[in-house]
């Protein structure tokens, strides 16, 4: 837009007021007899006929200018280099997840600076911390979005570069914190964590992720189009349905990241009771908005500034009297006062 805007509205200024000069110019020339009347009037005819092409032109090179921004843009994903997986190999051990000493960056910015975490198959752990101080990025990390620059995540002990991309993904279920919702009909949205699930079984996640009954009362029921990226409902139906799709995967290891952020408390509390049913016994990752939701986690981590402060236990940390003291006063006065 901003490569096409000045030169199309100079255009679109200029290009209508031709008569402006056509006419005393042409009513100069006729006078001095240079010009014959009948020509001057087919100039003005022209003139005036000329300008609707010319606009059309105009406008085709807004589209040439949009479509070289689009190529570009598949280009960037077609150049991008490709993730370095095994075609075969086995599944890990376990579910215990480590993270060594990992150092990532997004282009030249580094955002990780050595984050070590051991994260117990079974275990639920929680992240907490201030916006930007990575969280999200470890999420990523750990679901295998991204690759560690030095250092390594491993899986059950497996440095997962060397797990095949598919083995991989059938252990972590991700609702990411920008959750996706593809234009298409609500079931078949939740149906996407396990294609070869029955309509039952969609319905019964969606039951336990606290979606029924909105669902229900949308127009079409499990069968509303949700609109393109999910557009035609709210940020907390999105969340919900995401969890939903989650839960349906059933995988061994589940990554929350701030995933009832929207959620009104009411419904946050249902979430939560249900999600933590489904994830017992399972490596649960939570990446908490509300501190109050995660004080049951084994073991939390305070991140700031792309390193691990502090961790321990909800008590363990209170003692501290750090960060996260800090932060669950704030996070108890904002409770009080709404
Ligand atoms: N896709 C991205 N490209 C470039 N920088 C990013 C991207 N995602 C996050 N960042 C940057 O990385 C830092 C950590 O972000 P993030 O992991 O999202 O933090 P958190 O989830 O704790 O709020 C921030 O400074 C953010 O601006
Ligand atoms: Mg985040």
Not at 70 to 99: Q, T, Y
Request: hydrophobic fraction near 40%; charge should be negative; include cysteine.
């Amino acid at each position: 837009m901003r490569a096409s805007i000045i030169p199309f509205t100079f255009a679109m200024v200029i290009m209508p007021a031709t008569m402006v000069s056509v006419l005393p110019i042409g009513g100069l020339l006729v006078r001095s007899g240079s010009l014959s009347s009948q020509d001057f009037v087919t100039v003005i005819i022209l003139s005036v006929g000329v300008i609707t092409p010319i606009i059309t032109l105009m406008s085709y090179s807004d589209d040439i200018r949009t479509m070289g921004t689009i190529v570009n843009e598949v280009r960037s994903v077609l150049d991008a280099p490709e993730m370095e997986r095994p075609a075969e190999g086995e599944a890990p051990k376990d579910c215990s997840i480590r993270l060594n000493d990992v150092h990532f960056s997004y282009k030249d910015k580094e955002v990780l600076h050595g984050i070590t975490m051991d994260i117990p198959a079974g275990s639920y752990t929680a992240l907490v911390g201030p916006s930007g101080s990575g969280k999200s990025t470890i999420a990523r990390l750990i679901a295998s979005l991204w690759d560690a620059d030095s250092g390594s995540v491993t899986l059950g002990g497996t440095d997962i570069r060397k797990i095949p991309q598919e083995i991989y993904s059938d252990q972590i279920a991700f609702v990411s914190q920008d959750n996706y919702l593809f234009n298409m009909s609500v079931r078949e949205n939740i149906r996407l964590g396990k294609p070869s699930a029955s309509d039952e079984e969609v319905e019964k996640a969606a039951r336990e992720s606290g979606c029924h009954d909105f669902i229900m009362s949308l127009e079409n029921g499990y069968d509303t189009m949700v609109g393109s990226s999910g557009g035609h409902l709210s940020g907390g139906e999105r969340q919900r349905i995401s969890i939903a799709r989650a839960m349906l995967k059933a995988a061994p290891v589940v990554i929350l990241d701030e995933a009832t952020a929207y959620t009104d408390p009411e419904n946050e509390a249902v979430i939560q009771r249900s999600v933590s049913k489904l994830t017992q016994g399972k490596t649960l990752i939570v990446i908490a908005h509300r501190l109050s939701t995660i004080t049951g986690a084994n073991k939390i981590y305070v991140i700031k500034d792309g390193q691990v402060e502090d961790s321990g236990t909800h008590e363990e940390l209170l003692e501290h009297h750090g960060l996260y003291e800090t932060m669950w006063n704030l996070h108890m006065e904002v409770k009080d006062n709404g």
